[in-house]
């Protein structure tokens, strides 16, 4: 560059250049599109493929939606209606939805009942998921079962009201006495509950049309309707009972722990099915002959007894998560044991256990489909029994079972985000 | 939801159950209801329409008996069943009767401790093919892929009529009814075997079904009827005589229509009239009341309306009565005199 001048060149400039834009295939959508979709021949033809399974999807299902009739009263009315167009025959939804949500037997009259509350469990069950609601609410939410076992149920308003007094006066009786030691607070929790069930059945006796709503009877009950009743009773009882085996099965005392010990393996080891077979028939041999001990509640028993070993399991893996010092730190403060697990290691092992917790939950619910062998109405035994075997609709498959997908997804993912969101309220550790 | 008062309820009717007596007629009048097990649902037998009211041939049955004993074709409460638990319902005295497509069997009858009170239709196993397939006759599929359910009497049923007919077959295994029409109409086989009547009721549904023939051999005898349990002979008779006095009907040509009329008074048949109650005391032998007869065909018809509203011809179901038809027709539905 030495015998070079400024003089033999022709053109020097002066100024920066200024930036020039990328270059279009390095920047934006379409590097975005080169780097993550055609990086490699490998790459590109799993884009194309993933690409045509996509528009072959969406070429079924949006025709199908898109032409389906809501129109028709058959499965014959809706071929003439749609014809060659691929559309689906959502008409079976727009006349049998009530069957699909309440069952066929339930009186479509009393709708309301139900539905007001399913409302409501929005109104009582916030202030137990949700910390920062006021704690008073909380006596909301123990009115809840009984209102809403009136409200489905119907019948006298006594029945859950006494139900609802002999379990606080047995709770104000066992605080009372538990003060002498634990199981004379739980004789006396017994004696007080069993004593206002008593003197109650007789006044409900007396008075059976005070504020009686119009009673349905439980094999009444169906459809998704049924679902739920079954996964939401069955969860919140089969928690309580699934922490007590937990705490059962680490307990010193070898009664109490081989008895949680022998449950939890027995129950896990058999199928779920088996057991509502068993509530459904094998009870009805047993019982005087005429008794009709309510299929609802021998499914209910049994479905949380079988949720309640997978929960005791959870928790005990929360348990054995905690580590000793936390026990001895307990101790060492001089609490006893209640204390020490309601106040220090119980908060911790749930919180570990919240996933596991909500798995077993989500599982459950999902379960309850299971009592439609067992010729239970809910909403796979509608689908499957009664609807696809009616002579208007023999043959309506995709719609029925994509509507029972869509009302079961919704429920499911509602639970997972909330454990999520649970699970981020209860973070406490630096990660 | 309560426990407690739950198991108060238990603890109450079990005491009250205690004193219940093995005379089921007494007991659902008692009761005021029949409980009447059924399916779970099968086009045109016990299907619930869109009001959750339960329609069907079988059901017809289930409400006749109703009638005739309380005098309320209305007056049933359904208990829905499936395959796997009918028969403990009825053996626990959970139902007072089964109505639902049961065949017929020895082992049934003895080994299982029931009574079949008569057989209100005569199925049989058949085949159904695709139309452009040209068979015309079962003897002709020699070599055919056949699409069956497994674990069934359909299954063996097969077997044995190939065998006896010399022909080869290839065997399509699938667990459901439903499943195998899925296939069937896929193409994964020649021929589609199972009983004639759930043949028709799913070619219903079929969208083309016009397409599809079932061929006129029957290789198998599958008698369906109600049946009740061991041990109350007089229930049994109830039961039995209110489905013959159905069949009796359509044979003298008692309709829904005219029973009223003819049960007014006394006509010229006396068979008529003993059926009907004008003449004699036939009620009372039964230990019901005069016009038991009378209301169970008032209720739902006679035999062969029952047949035609829910199943027959005109329906989408579209059944032949064949075997159905009343042996003055050449078929096998007869009822004893009532005498």
């Not at chain 1, 599109?33 to 999807?57: A, C, D, H, K, Q």
């Not at chain 1, 727009?94 to 139900?114: A, D, K, T, V």
């Not at chain 2, 069943?81 to 109505?99: H, N, Q, V, W």
């Not at chain 2, 083309?208 to 079932?214: G, M, Q, S, V």
Request: glycine share 10%; proline share 5%; charged share 15%.
């Amino acid at each position: 560059m030495s015998d070079t001048h400024a003089e033999s060149v022709a053109f020097v400039r002066k100024t920066e250049i200024p930036p020039a834009p990328p270059p279009v295939t390095e920047t934006g959508a379409i590097k975005w599109v080169r780097e993550n979709l055609f990086s490699g021949p490998f790459n590109t033809i799993m884009t194309l493929l993933g690409l045509y399974v996509v528009y072959w999807l969406l070429s079924g299902v949006i025709p199908w939606i898109l032409n389906g009739t809501w129109e028709g009263s058959s499965i014959r009315d809706c071929r003439e209606i749609i014809g060659d167009t691929g559309g689906g025959c959502f008409a079976v939804l727009g006349e049998r939805w009530n069957q699909l949500l309440f069952g066929f037997e339930y009186p479509s009259e009393l709708y309301w009942r139900p539905t007001l509350a399913f409302i409501l469990l929005f109104v009582t069950v916030p202030q137990v998921l949700f910390i920062s609601l006021p704690r008073k609410l909380l006596i909301l939410t123990g009115l809840y079962p009984f209102l809403a076992y009136w409200l489905i149920w119907g019948g006298s308003i006594l029945i859950p009201f006494f139900a609802l007094v002999g379990l606080v006066l047995g709770y104000a009786a066992f605080t009372r006495a538990e003060r002498i030691n634990f199981a004379a607070g739980l004789a006396a929790f017994v004696v007080a509950a069993v004593v206002a069930w008593w003197l109650g059945g007789f006044l409900t006796a007396a008075a059976p049309n005070f504020l009686a709503l119009e009673a349905v009877d439980s094999r009444n009950m169906g459809g998704f309707m049924l679902n739920l009743i079954l996964g939401i009773v069955c969860v919140s009882l089969s928690l309580p009972l699934g922490i007590v085996l937990a705490l059962g099965r680490q307990s010193r005392m070898p009664l109490i722990k081989y008895v949680c010990v022998v449950f939890i393996e027995f129950v896990r080891g058999v199928p779920l099915i088996t057991l509502l077979f068993v509530a459904n028939v094998v009870l009805a041999y047993f019982l005087p002959p005429g008794t009709n001990f309510d299929l609802i509640l021998r499914v209910i028993i049994m479905i949380t007894l079988f949720a309640s070993a997978y929960i005791a399991e959870v928790i005990r893996g929360g348990l054995a998560a905690l580590p000793k010092g936390q026990y001895e730190a307990a101790d060492s403060l001089g609490l006893d044991y209640a204390q020490a697990m309601r106040l220090i290691i119980l908060p911790q092992a749930l919180k570990i256990s919240i996933p596991g917790i909500v798995n077993v939950a989500v599982g459950l619910f999902k379960d309850t489909t299971l009592v439609s062998i067992i010729s239970m109405f809910d909403l796979v035994g509608m689908i499957r029994g009664p609807i696809l075997s009616s002579t208007d609709w023999v043959g309506v498959y995709w719609e029925l079972w994509a509507a029972a997908c869509v009302l079961f997804f919704v429920v499911c993912y509602g639970i997972s985000q909330y454990s999520q969101w649970l699970e981020r309220q209860l973070q406490t550790d630096h990660r | 939801m309560n426990k407690s008062v739950f198991f108060g309820a238990l603890a109450f009717t079990g005491l009250a159950a205690a004193g219940a007596s093995a005379a089921t007629l007494e007991d659902v009048q008692a009761r005021g209801t029949l409980n009447c097990g059924v399916t779970t649902g099968v086009p045109g037998f016990a299907e619930p329409d869109a009001d959750g009211v339960w329609q069907g041939f079988d059901v017809a049955v289930c409400r006749a008996v109703a009638a005739a004993v309380l005098g309320d074709p209305n007056a049933v409460e359904f208990v829905p069943t499936t395959g796997k638990t009918r028969f403990t319902s009825l053996a626990s005295g959970e139902i007072d009767m089964l109505a639902r497509n049961t065949t017929w069997t020895f082992s049934r009858d003895t080994d299982l401790k029931f009574d079949f009170t008569g057989v209100n239709y005569y199925d049989g196993q058949g085949f159904m093919v695709p139309a452009d397939l040209g068979v015309s006759s079962a003897t002709e599929l020699d070599g055919a892929t056949v699409c069956i359910q497994t674990g069934t009497t359909t299954e063996l049923n097969l077997a044995d009529y190939f065998r006896v007919n010399d022909m080869s077959y290839e065997p399509v295994p699938i667990e459901t009814g439903a499943e195998a029409v899925q296939q069937f109409l896929a193409g994964a086989c020649d021929v589609y075997t199972t009983d004639r009547s759930a043949l028709a009721a799913q070619r219903a549904g079929f969208e083309n079904p016009d397409d599809y023939t079932i061929l006129p051999e029957v290789v198998s005898k599958e008698p369906l009827g109600p049946l009740v349990r061991h041990g109350d002979s007089e229930w049994f008779d109830i039961v039995k005589w209110t489905l013959y006095a159905l069949i009796a009907a359509e044979e003298y040509g008692v309709t829904q229509e005219n029973v009223e009329q003819l049960a007014s008074e006394a006509t010229d048949n006396p068979e008529v009239n003993r059926l009907l109650g004008t003449e004699g005391e036939l009620g009372a032998m039964i230990g019901l009341n005069q016009t038991w007869a009378k209301d169970a065909i008032a209720a739902v018809g006679n035999y062969g309306e029952i047949f035609s509203t829910n199943i027959g011809e005109e329906t989408a179901i579209g059944l032949a009565r064949g075997l159905n038809a009343q042996y003055t027709d050449g078929g096998l539905i007869y009822a004893p005199p009532f005498r």
